[in-house]
């Protein structure tokens, strides 16, 4: 039986579990690096700690029964090696893996068949000679730790796109 969920995070989507969590008469304890966050002030435990501090979420894994994600900013291989020794996560690391690289995710979507948007990994190469069918103003997305527009860049042309790759560009 599941009494008591961890969160890795505290943000926004965590302080809404809390409060679902709440209606279903379950505890919440969060995993977050600030006391400031949301879901701090609503959450029935607090580890505080990097949402990829694997030492933290061993310590979360202590006081829950099982442990849930607000976003994909995690260290997979820790979480692994948590896993390999009981710790429960939902969903499955399985089931995360390829969704924490957006360029990974979107492949996975599409060889399930699934509509995606027209998307290409652009390397240097690529940003000196747009490859077809992408024609600007274009999106580029960071693969790793964008969210909320962060790591979303609106490139309009060749001399925008060029400057994802200069130090102090946009963020990759």
């Given at each position: 039986m599941?009494?008591?969920?961890?969160?890795?995070?505290?943000g926004q989507l965590?302080?809404?579990?809390?409060g679902?969590?709440?209606t279903l008469a379950l505890e919440l304890v969060v995993q977050t690096p600030s006391g400031a966050d949301p879901a701090v002030a609503i959450?029935?435990?607090v580890v505080l700690g990097?949402?990829?501090?694997?030492?933290?979420?061993?310590?979360?894994?202590?006081?829950c029964d099982v442990i849930t994600f607000e976003n994909e900013f995690v260290d997979l291989p820790a979480l692994s090696h948590l896993a390999d020794q009981g710790v429960e996560f939902r969903p499955r690391l399985s089931s995360l893996a390829p969704l924490l690289d957006k360029y990974d995710q979107h492949s996975y979507l599409?060889?399930?068949?699934?509509p995606v948007p027209i998307f290409v990994e652009?390397?240097?190469?690529?940003?000196?000679?747009?490859?077809?069918?992408?024609t600007f103003p274009l999106v580029a997305k960071a693969r790793r730790h964008g969210y909320d527009g962060q790591g979303t860049h609106l490139i309009r042309d060749q001399a925008a796109l060029m400057d994802c790759w200069q130090p102090g560009g946009a963020d990759r």
């Open positions: 599941i009494n008591r969920v961890g969160v890795i995070g505290g965590a302080w809404m579990m809390a679902a969590a709440q959450a029935d435990g990097a949402i990829a501090d694997a030492v933290a979420t061993r310590q979360l894994a202590t006081q599409r060889d399930l068949e699934l652009l390397d240097e190469a690529a940003a000196i000679a747009l490859p077809a069918p992408l």
